[in-house]
């Protein structure tokens, strides 16, 4: 049972954490057709970038600034780079952002060194929130909770409640209609990227200090956003919601159990040993297999339900 | 045209081909009777692998309009196999002629081009894409876990020097490697360039330009692309065997997200409308991060600025830029550019100097802090945390910043001048 | 009574709530010229891209030489002997026009999926490719990459593709669109020689070319077929008359 709730709290705040990183993602797709694969980036940035700003200005203060600072970055990228490829359609502007991942990681390490940062945890968060039967929940950990659903509650009321929000709803699926309008569709774009890139900075700041802060950050975690993307569904806020709490959940679970193949063939009855052939396989307890679960669960989705979960948007 | 019998029609053509594909066996003959040292041997071997794998990608990206992002994982199960072959002839337990070896590397990576291929090519584009990213990482992290088959972190080792030698070739010595390389990159490029010339080849060109179209003239788009990539896995796989017999080891890096990414990078830079542009893109790249990361520890950072301009201002890469000159020889327009190109080649060295201090001393500031401030850089000596190198930098900057705008303006006026005059004596 | 070569049973499309065909019944016997012609929004271009298969049917059915479409991919439907031209032009923009028509041809003469066959080799292929080019009338543009063709050009060989394979059954979706007097003239030249012996349905707005053309005339209005028959009794009807033709159809008479 306490393996239970842990796992579960900890699941659901991982995946609010994947959440964070794959709304931004999912918003930038769904209104520009732009696969940003330097998102993860942006979240190691946001990191690094609140790493220094804290040495100077404390924690909190750099859990403002710093994603204000990718923001910006990510509405430069979008105004000079992108826009510049834009032209030369979809694979170019992948493309693109594929080498800026590269591009950003390398930066990275020529800044702050091939190294972790020592990104500590602030004093008022350390320690445990509550306790659940003997295992401790840790303060930090609530608090990523807190900030994705205050940034979810933000975002949602942005575009739902707000001028700007509506010109982004329209521009989302009437790009050349709203331009048509007289709104500055270009400049949506730009906000959008920008705003995007600054919530994947902002999952960094928490996600840095909770894990650990260095180069592999954005090549760990990349991936898994795009198999959240796809899972979800292309283009779908709700479906990336869904897939984060799904793959979070199903990773908390699968890393704390141990269970195996050969375990289940002998509650069937049948005895695996060494000289069984693939013993390896057998062996395999779920524990170590956890990394490559949000993989398989891709690849299955791709085969039966290739629209994703709640996917809207095709290619 | 209609009178002249097609004999006649095709003839020059196949006597350019046939002195092209000579002198390019010719050359790969005699390079390492010029450049006799290890290094350069070693050196030509690898670019020799790489084209091939470049090669096999492009049949993907550039013929075929499919972008992967695990492109590795062909190559590198395809390497997998043939090591573990190899071992197996090389215990005595079957029979493979080392010279063969290749071909095992490429029926393994057909096999799994078979296996993956049927689900990645079930969608096109970016999903497509981010398919291919999935298995990519799915494979790499299977490679941790299955340790019979991946050999876990220290991979599988083995010996090429097996068996009874053949007409004295034991493989031992790099330039023996290096002829058997170059047989099977010879031959993998004939290969390769005639299937771009083959039914499933053209529609795969169609399917790539035109999916929808090529639904409506009959063809399943779909299995194009399935067939399309189990081919490319077979020549991925060759370059595997190879890469294994160089090397004598594999391990998880070959199945990895940075080869994958290798050859994107190096297959991009070459130009993937041209079929010999992989083969431009392979030389240089394998130039590139062989000679360079003898010079500097960023040049990974180096490496990835370049392809993001290329990205942004040479989509086609070098072979396009390459053949965007021949035009203007053959139209004897290129002595009028030839001068704004070199204005322009003169102000981007100096923005290059400029680019070149910051980093290295960015680098030596952080990294190499332990080391202290001091770097070396072309043989000058100085202090990366004084001012004075920064405001060299500054000066730098500004300076090539400022000509270097101004000889792209004219070297696009220039161009589009020329553009404008060609047309008009077309018309 | 001829064998019918396409026949919709009862044919509804709608997208999402909003019917846009709603119960489509038509019969095209073998060799007939049939146009379909009706106001803009009524629907035509959907027919076609439901009887070519790119949108799945919401109700009903569709046969073709007697055999059911319904739910076909359109590889499957192009391979049973029925093909479509485009209204925004379709071609493959980076080949030659040469390339273009016998990428059109390959899968009808068999090579399919072939990796062993060189293409220059492939006699029957590339006579096939030389005469539909000769009848297109582009056989001095024989090199030329078809992004480059002018607009005639390209809706000359747009044709020319969909008519490469050899299908029984010819789509034509407004082929003469955006042409002047004289390209009209010798697009209508072109469609009366290719379809000679085939089954050809046009989408057409030139009500010149349908009375040209055309055996038999359907008018769809709103998603439903409101009158189909031989062009005299269509131009005499009142209902068709009130719901498109208005008094354009007095000036063409004359």
């Not at chain 3, 026949?7 to 499309?13: C, F, G, P, T």
């Amino acid at each position: 049972m306490e393996f239970f709730v842990i796992s579960l709290l900890n699941g659901v705040s991982y995946g609010l954490l994947l959440f964070m990183l794959s709304s931004g993602l999912t918003l930038i797709f769904s209104m520009m057709g732009v696969l940003n694969f330097a998102h993860a980036a942006f979240y190691m940035l946001g990191a690094y970038i609140a790493y220094s700003l804290g040495l100077k200005l404390g924690f909190f203060p750099a859990l403002f600034l710093a994603p204000l600072v990718v923001g910006v970055l990510g509405a430069m990228v979008e105004r000079y780079g992108l826009r510049t490829v834009h032209r030369y359609g979809h694979v170019a502007e992948l493309l693109f952002t594929f080498g800026l991942a590269y591009l950003v990681e390398e930066i990275v390490k020529v800044i702050w060194g091939l190294t972790a940062v020592p990104y500590r945890v602030p004093a008022v968060l350390d320690g445990p929130l509550f306790t659940v039967y003997s295992t401790e929940f840790p303060k930090l950990r609530g608090f990523m909770m807190l900030v994705a659903l205050l940034m979810l509650l933000a975002v949602y009321l942005l575009i739902k409640r707000t001028r700007i929000g509506l010109v982004i709803q329209a521009a989302l699926t009437h790009p050349h209609m709203a331009e048509a309008l007289g709104h500055n569709v270009p400049r949506v774009f730009m906000l959008v990227f920008g705003g995007g890139t600054a919530l994947a900075g902002l999952a960094g700041v928490i996600g840095g200090v909770a894990f650990v802060t260095d180069p592999s950050m954005a090549p760990s975690l990349g991936p898994i956003i795009f198999v959240v993307a796809v899972v979800g569904g292309m283009g779908s806020l709700a479906g990336a919601f869904l897939a984060s709490l799904l793959i979070g959940i199903i990773q908390s679970f699968a890393i704390g159990l141990n269970w195996s193949l050969s375990g289940f063939l002998s509650v069937l009855g049948i005895a695996v040993n060494a000289h069984t052939p693939l013993y390896s396989v057998w062996k395999m307890q779920l524990s170590e297999v956890a990394p490559m679960l949000p993989y398989l669960l891709l690849v299955l989705m791709l085969i039966f339900r290739p629209k994703g979960l709640l996917g809207t948007r095709a290619d | 045209m209609a009178g002249i019998p097609s004999k006649l029609r095709y003839r020059p053509l196949n006597l350019a081909r046939w002195l092209i594909w000579g002198l390019t066996a010719l050359v790969m003959a005699v390079l390492p009777q010029i450049f006799t040292q290890g290094f350069a041997i070693t050196l030509m071997s690898q670019m020799g692998v790489a084209i091939v794998f470049a090669l096999s990608y492009n049949m993907l990206l550039g013929q075929s309009g499919m972008l992967s992002f695990g492109h590795a994982v062909y190559s590198g199960l395809g390497a997998y196999v043939a090591v573990h072959v190899l071992n197996l002839a090389g215990s005595g337990q079957i029979w493979m002629p080392v010279s063969l070896l290749p071909l095992v590397g490429g029926l393994g990576g057909a096999f799994f081009g078979v296996l993956f291929g049927y689900v990645t090519t079930k969608r096109a584009g970016t999903t497509f894409a981010m398919i291919t990213l999935g298995i990519g990482v799915l494979v790499a992290t299977c490679a941790t876990m299955f340790r019979d088959f991946f050999g876990g972190e220290g991979g599988i080792s083995t010996d090429r020097v097996i068996g009874k030698p053949f007409l004295g070739i034991t493989y031992g010595p790099g330039v023996q490697v290096y002829y058997l390389i170059a047989i099977w990159c010879l031959v993998s490029m004939a290969l390769m360039y005639a299937w771009s010339h083959t039914p499933l080849g053209r529609i795969a060109n169609a399917v790539r330009d035109n999916p929808e179209r090529a639904e409506f003239i009959g063809y399943n788009t779909q299995r194009v692309r399935w067939f399309t990539l189990i081919i490319s896995a077979f020549f991925a796989g060759i370059a595997g065997g190879l890469s294994t017999i160089n090397f004598e080891i594999v391990t998880a890096e070959n199945v990895g997200a940075l080869h994958s990414a290798y050859v994107l990078i190096a297959t991009f830079i070459g130009g993937v409308g041209f079929f010999f542009g992989p083969i431009i893109g392979a030389i240089v790249f394998t130039f590139f991060v062989v000679a360079l990361s003898g010079y500097t520890n960023a040049w990974q950072f180096y490496l990835g600025l370049f392809f993001v301009l290329m990205v942004m201002y040479a989509p086609g890469g070098i072979a396009s830029l390459v053949m965007m000159q021949v035009q203007l020889i053959a139209r004897k327009r290129f002595k009028r550019i030839a001068p704004h190109y070199l204005a322009a080649g003169a102000s981007s060295l100096v923005l290059l100097a400029a680019l070149i201090l910051t980093v290295e001393m960015t680098y030596q500031l952080s990294e190499n802090s332990a080391n202290g401030t001091l770097i070396n850089l072309f043989g000058v000596h100085f202090d990366a945390a004084k001012a004075l190198p920064w405001a060299v930098a500054i000066g730098l900057w500004i300076i090539g910043a400022v000509f270097f705008h101004l000889a792209r303006k004219r070297v696009a006026r220039v161009w589009g001048e020329i553009q404008t005059e060609l047309l008009q004596a077309r018309a | 009574m001829n064998a019918r070569a396409l026949e919709l049973k009862a044919v509804s499309k709608s997208f999402g709530n909003t019917p846009i065909i709603r119960g489509v019944d038509l019969a095209i016997p073998q060799g007939e010229r049939h146009a379909l012609i009706g106001p803009n929004g009524a629907g035509k271009s959907t027919l076609f891209n439901l009887i070519s298969g790119r949108f799945p049917l919401s109700e009903g059915e569709i046969l073709l030489n007697g055999e059911s479409i319904t739910g076909l991919k359109p590889f499957e439907i192009n391979r049973k002997g029925l093909s479509r031209s485009f209204q925004i032009t379709n071609i493959f923009q980076r080949m030659s026009v040469f390339e273009n028509l016998r990428c059109a041809v390959l899968w009808s003469l068999g090579y399919k999926y072939s990796f062993w066959h060189q293409l220059s080799k492939l006699k029957d292929a590339n006579r096939s490719a030389e005469e539909v080019m000769e009848s297109i009338g582009l056989k001095g543009r024989r090199d030329t990459p078809a992004g480059v063709l002018s607009y005639a050009e390209q809706r000359a060989l747009e044709i020319g593709i969909t008519i490469a394979g050899g299908a029984e059954v010819i789509l034509l979706d407004e082929p003469t669109a955006g042409m002047s007097r004289t390209e009209t003239a010798d697009a209508v030249d072109l469609i009366r020689k290719v379809s000679k012996g085939k089954t050809l349905v046009m989408v057409e707005h030139d009500m010149g070319v349908v009375f040209d053309l055309a055996d038999r005339i359907s008018v769809l209005v709103y998603g439903e077929v409101i009158a189909s028959d031989k062009p005299e009794n269509i131009r005499g009807n009142k209902a068709v008359q009130e719901a498109y033709l208005g008094a354009e159809a007095e000036a063409e008479a004359d």
